[in-house]
């Protein structure tokens, strides 16, 4: 892993976070070191793997010992409509011998074999910690086999130990940059052409926001990555503008694909009424700017209207069973924030958040808006969050992956809002299903009997 | 043809082959002059509409499917759950041959019942001969301590009395004068298998509890009746387990099924194998209560029990947090023994697992079928899961039982969409399924045909399961036992989503691998 790489990746500029330091922490970056012996979540490789993976046509090969893949492969409910390929785990399985010997060879004959039997378009590979360490050099193979084979091989280097997984979805962005956007021009472009970018389709989400945008004639030029295309995400430098949609993690993405391409980029959400309407006007309005016809503003307004009534007559049956219920978010993701106005107008009180991404700016407005006796935490361990949990005596916790389980214990009735969910939240619809699933989740009977002790006791 | 000596090709293949698929076609376009596919599947979909529904309820003379069994069955169940003990059932020998065969496929173990093997003569004449022969052999052959009788249809049509045609078989030395013979007259033309257990439960007690000579004299002991179960072995096994975890140890299983339904393999055939012995079931008169696990299985047992001045407890099929909770607080308050921790533990993983899936089954709406007990304790469980039972549906349940549904709908928002259907059979299921459908239905493996035909996915959770093996080695009392209900339910539920999101390219990009 080259240091320049990682000291760029760490020091953006586009990132507020970083923005509201003071100069000599900015030019340190965000690089923290993770805490030895502290519970801390996936590593560089996990998070460029989830990053890339939902490009559904490619292959997807690990290079490493088993455990990377296969402790991984196909956990996240990222949906395609039609590939299935990136599904499917592909890895080298390092042993023994290969940490002596090197496993370049077996990488080369693994690509072979994949092209082979499965011929995709593309091959993305997987640096892992083992073979990083015994100096694999993985982006010499790639050349090479990608030369040999006449498609793209590309190298992804996120060894583990370089770092968090947030730092790997920008590993992964940067990958992207490096040797995929812009390496095919689209077959068609529009004035309404648009990239995705940090959307990943979880649960499907994308559909649930994709009608909304075709009703309103904007074309989805690319993701980056759900439901993803090769061709469409190499082709992703021509969109007329480009959305953020989980912001912080490929911001350099956002930032590069404006500086070398001159495209427009604005962040933004679909959770909640109030994002998802920003969302489609900034999108209307930015590609208008560059030369979209302007019809396209009023057709946004006229499906935000329209869309915005709907979902508010079907939010209003739940204030009355919502009033007085009490809601902590904890998400990891920085825009849990922006579910808060959907649910409090379905009648809920929100009460605390976690901040681990926010920046000083956003603690602060939060801090603002919602006083003092709202909970904002930072990174928690189990114990902390149990005794959290407890003393906020909410009715309820959103959360995801590894601190559901710990709500339980806590006896806090909870919704998994994260990776592994079933249910798309995203769009109008999508916050409708959400307030749903929190009405099923609080009238369910187990609750009571969480919070009560064993009878004879 | 495809079929040759060489390679014989079995019934799942055989028709399957072009040949035979076109024999097939030709036969029914030539010879079967059968109505036009345009007008079967007319009638087909008619009978899935409220009209069919309507003329299906106004059935007064027939009854198609009905998912209950007759009083003998019962009896010879009941009967089994005693050591050495030889049911001996007083009527024509091919009633027996089918509770032999239906206990032994639910079971997968050997069945042993015998019959007095009346024929047409012993009709005419009755069937005291029978009776003298019947015990004769049956003593000599099976070598039991104890025979127990019951009786068929055949028997009691012609109005053979046990009580004398058994006195005069001891008289005429058929076997000992002080062997134990104990009685039941079970009808199958009245109730069902669940009564007839409580016919014979109350005839053993009766036979021994009413000796001359016997008075009762109260200790601390209290009984245990599980009543017709086909989860019997895993459940008799899980309520010994807990009141081990208790420290309770004076109590009797009254007719304990567990070992002569799961006896091992190890070279040695078992006749008989563990069960409630004589000594025991003389001594349980003594018992200061006696509870009973099914109340519709045990109706006159208790009344008898009371009668003999025990206390007397019913529950119905407890399953799940609140029915092991009163059962075991009913023990715990019996013998004054204390709740230890390790059940308290096991009770808080349940709570967690049901907290862990709750948004999987919340909602769900469920068909329920089978005996009275079962239904109201699975009911019950399922509205503590946040699933709504929907159709409850017993073919031998009573008005009594309907109100007592209905009773227990109303005390849960999520019994608003249910309704008890007593004395109904599957042939109305059927209709329900259609007219007001479900997501899934719990019942036993009949209800496979409901699930072929209405495409509700069928959970296999009461007696008879013959089509899946070895359910009933685990237990569904007790929280250990709700766990197992619970996972049957989920994995149910989860199978069904991986069914309808598997084909290739169309509909699984939500084949999910966590769910």
């Known amino acids: ?457 | 043809m495809p079929q040759s000596a060489e390679k014989i090709i079995d019934h799942m293949d055989l028709f399957r082959q072009p040949e035979y698929v076109d024999l097939l076609a030709r036969k029914r376009a030539e010879f079967e002059n059968k109505h036009p596919d345009a007008e079967i599947e007319r009638v087909a979909e008619w009978t899935k509409t409220e009209e069919y529904q309507e003329k299906n309820f106004a059935r007064e003379a027939l009854v198609v499917n009905p998912a209950k069994a007759c009083q003998p069955l019962g009896a010879v169940f009941a009967s089994q759950g005693f050591a050495d003990t030889m049911s001996f059932v007083h009527g024509s020998q091919g009633c027996v041959a089918y509770y032999r065969t239906h206990l032994a496929r639910h079971f997968k173990e050997p069945n042993s019942a015998v019959s007095s093997s009346m024929t047409e003569d012993a009709a005419v004449f009755g069937g005291l001969n029978n009776m003298i022969d019947g015990l004769a052999n049956t003593y000599a052959l099976y070598k039991p301590k104890m025979i127990v009788v019951s009786t068929t249809c055949m028997a009691e049509v012609i109005g053979d009395d046990l009580h004398s045609f058994i006195g005069n078989s001891k008289k005429k030395g058929s076997v000992p004068e002080d062997f134990p013979v104990p009685f039941a007259h079970t009808p199958a033309f009245v109730g069902s298998h669940v009564v007839g257990y409580d016919n014979m439960i109350k005839g053993i007690l009766n036979y021994f509890w009413n000796a001359e000579g016997v008075t009762r004299t109260e200790t601390s002991s209290i009984n245990l009746i599980p009543g017709f179960d086909g989860y019997s072995v895993g459940n008799i096994r899980e309520i010994k387990r807990l009141f081990g975890l208790m420290g309770v140890e004076d109590y009797t299983i009254i007719s304990d099924t567990s070992e002569v339904y799961d006896t091992p393999t190890d070279g040695q055939y078992r006749m008989y194998a563990g069960g409630t012995t004589i000594e025991e079931t003389k001594e349980a008169l003594n018992a200061k209560a006696t509870i009973s696990m099914q109340q519709y299985c045990t109706t006159q047992t208790l009344a008898y029990a009371e009668e003999k001045g025990q206390e007397v407890f019913n529950f119905n099929y407890p399953l799940g947090i609140q029915g092991t909770d009163e059962f075991l607080m009913r023990v715990s308050a019996l013998t004054g023994k204390l709740i230890p921790e390790e059940i308290k533990k096991e009770r808080g993983r349940l709570v967690d697992a049901i907290g862990d899936s709750h948004a999987h089954i919340h909602g769900k709406r469920f068909a329920v079928y089978g005996d009275p007990d079962f239904c109201l304790g699975m009911s019950r469980f399922l509205m503590e899961l946040g699933a709504e039972p929907v159709h409850i549906l017993s073919t031998g349940g009573t008005k009594k039982w309907a109100k007592q549904v209905q009773k227990l709908l109303d005390g849960s928002p999520f019994g608003k969409s249910g309704t008890p259907y007593g004395g109904k059979d599957l042939w109305h299921l059927r209709s329900l399924l259609f007219t007001n459908p479900v997501d899934y239905l719990i019942g036993n493996s009949y209800g496979k045909f409901l699930e072929r035909d209405t495409k509700t996915p069928l959970i296999r959770l009461t007696y008879p399961i013959f089509d899946r093996h070895h359910h009933h080695r685990f237990p569904t009392w007790g929280y250990q036992g709700a766990l197992t209900v619970l996972v049957k339910l989920l994995d149910k539920i989860l199978d069904d989503m991986d069914v309808r999101t598997n084909i290739i390219g169309e509909t699984d990009y939500s084949f999910d691998l966590v769910r």
Request: charged letters at 25%.
């Open chain 1, 1 to 457: 892993m080259h240091a320049d790489k990682l000291t760029a990746v760490f020091n953006e500029p586009a990132c507020a976070h970083n923005h509201a330091k003071s100069e000599g922490e900015r030019n340190k970056g965000c690089r923290k070191a993770l805490k030895p012996g502290a519970a801390a979540g996936g590593c560089a490789f996990d998070g460029a793997m989830i990053a890339l993976q939902p490009i559904a046509d490619a292959a997807h090969l690990v290079h490493g010992p088993i455990g990377c893949w296969g402790n991984a492969w196909d956990a996240r409910n990222t949906w395609s409509s039609g590939p299935e390929l990136y599904r499917t785990g592909f890895t080298t399985e390092l042993g023994e011998l290969d940490v002596i010997h090197g496993g370049e060879k077996k990488l080369y004959k693994a690509i072979k074999a994949i092209v082979d039997k499965y011929d995709p378009p593309a091959v993305f590979v997987y640096q892992t910690c083992v073979p990083a360490m015994t100096g694999d050099d993985i982006g010499a193979v790639c050349k090479y086999a990608a030369e040999k084979f006449a498609r793209p091989v590309i190298p992804v280097d996120a060894p583990g130990f370089v770092g968090s997984k947030s730092l790997g979805n920008k590993l992964a962005g940067e990958t992207l940059l490096d040797h995929v956007i812009g390496t095919v021009e689209p077959e068609l472009t529009t004035p309404t052409d648009i990239v995705l970018v940090g959307e990943y389709n979880v649960a499907g989400e994308l559909w649930q926001v994709k009608p909304l945008l075709d009703e309103i004639g904007i074309r989805i030029l690319a993701t980056i990555s759900g439901d993803g295309r090769y061709r469409e995400v190499a082709s992703a430098h021509r969109a007329r503008a480009a959305m953020l949609v989980c912001s912080q993690a490929m911001l350099n993405v956002g930032r590069k694909l404006q500086e070398r391409y001159g495209i427009p980029y604005f962040e933004g959400s679909f959770y909640g009424v109030t994002d998802m309407s920003e969302a489609l006007r900034n999108m209307a309005r930015i590609l208008v700017e560059r030369g979209a016809p302007p019809e396209i503003v009023e057709r946004a307004e006229a499906v935000i209207a329209r869309e915005e009534a709907k979902a508010h007559q079907r939010l209003a049956p739940y204030r009355s069973r919502f009033a007085g219920k009490r809601v902590l978010l904890f998400t990891g993701g920085v825009k849990s924030w922006s579910m808060v106005a959907a649910l409090e107008e379905a009648g809920l009180t929100i009460i605390g958040s976690s901040v681990k991404k926010s920046t000083a700016a956003d603690k602060e407005r939060l801090r603002q808006l919602k006083g003092d006796e709202f909970h904002q935490w930072d990174d928690l361990k189990p114990r902390d969050i149990d005794r959290m949990l407890r003393d906020a005596k909410a009715d309820i916790l959103l959360s995801g992956g590894r601190s559901q389980f710990v709500a339980l214990k806590a006896k806090v009735p909870w919704l998994d809002i994260n990776q592994e969910r079933h249910h798309a939240y995203a769009g109008y619809d999508g916050i409708v299903t959400l307030v749903e699933e929190i009405d099923k989740t609080l009238s369910n009977p187990i609750w009571p009997q969480v919070r009560l002790p064993a009878p004879w006791a």
